[in-house]
T-cell receptor, first 110, second 112 residues
Framework: RKEVEQDPGPFNVPEGATVAFNCTYSNSASQSFFWYRQDCRKEPKLLMSVYSSGNEDGRFTAQLNRASQYISLLIRDSKLSDSATYLCVVNIGEGNKLVFGAGTILRVKS | SQTIHQWPATLVQPVGSPLSLECTVEGTSNPNLYWYRQAAGRGLQLLFYSVGIGQISSEVPQNLSASRPQDRQFILSSKKLLLSDSGFYLC???????????FGNGTRLTVT
């Protein structure tokens, strides 16, 4: 089993849609979780950290389910500019060793 | 504020040639430092991870090595490049445990 797994997509959605991505992780000792966004041929950029109680930043909501070992990202009212690859990142229990999922491609169309 | 510098932005090297990519961080002390590689159309693979000067963890067997000669300097090297070393190389830093990564702009390496 991979350490971090994501549905690769692509998710093709119209503007204004709500879309959700899930990410599963294998190490039950993982303590920190993040969502990154990567545009084509660019470096990944931090979108948001994921906290145990769930957290929201504008149109973006992240949640953590420790029992089932997955994190989720919900994007409401999708914009064309949300088109990107979304990367799930998890520390795998050895200090701050951070492992990436393969990414989920989102395409928002007008 | 903290900044990370990575160079060069692009590099074309022949098979069998050496490689040296450098990354420096400013504005923080004793960061964790990372080298990742992203092959075309693939996810990010952790290559090396360092928690301090001279402390390097190698995550995958490969043709590459890393060194950390100073607190905020991380160098990725190879003595002889292979075609399979082509990819997008990303340096990143973080504060200590449970902190997010901050990436440099990356180096796009093509081995011909």
């Amino acid at each position: 089993r991979k350490e971090v797994e994501q549905d690769p997509g692509p998710f093709n959605v119209p503007e204004g849609a709500t879309v959700a991505f899930n990410c599963t992780y294998s190490n039950s000792a993982s303590q920190s979780f993040f969502w990154y966004r990567q545009d084509c041929r660019k470096e990944p950029k931090l979108l948001m950290s994921v906290y145990s109680s769930g957290n929201e930043d504008g149109r973006f909501t992240a949640q953590l389910n420790r029992a089932s070992q997955y994190i989720s990202l919900l994007i409401r009212d999708s914009k064309l500019s949300d088109s990107a690859t979304y990367l799930c990142v998890v520390n795998i229990g050895e200090g701050n060793k951070l492992v990436f999922g393969a990414g989920t491609i989102l395409r928002v169309k007008s | 504020s903290q900044t990370i510098h990575q160079w060069p932005a692009t590099l074309v090297q022949p098979v069998g040639s050496p490689l040296s990519l450098e990354c420096t961080v400013e504005g923080t002390s004793n960061p964790n430092l990372y080298w990742y590689r992203q092959a075309a159309g693939r996810g990010l693979q952790l290559l090396f991870y360092s928690v301090g000067i001279g402390q390097i963890s190698s995550e995958v067997p490969q043709n590459l090595s890393a060194s950390r000669p100073q607190d905020r300097q991380f160098i990725l090297s190879s003595k002889k490049l292979l075609l399979s070393d082509s990819g997008f190389y990303l340096c990143a830093w973080s504060l200590q445990d449970n902190s997010p990564l901050h990436f440099g702009n990356g180096t796009r390496l093509t081995v011909t």
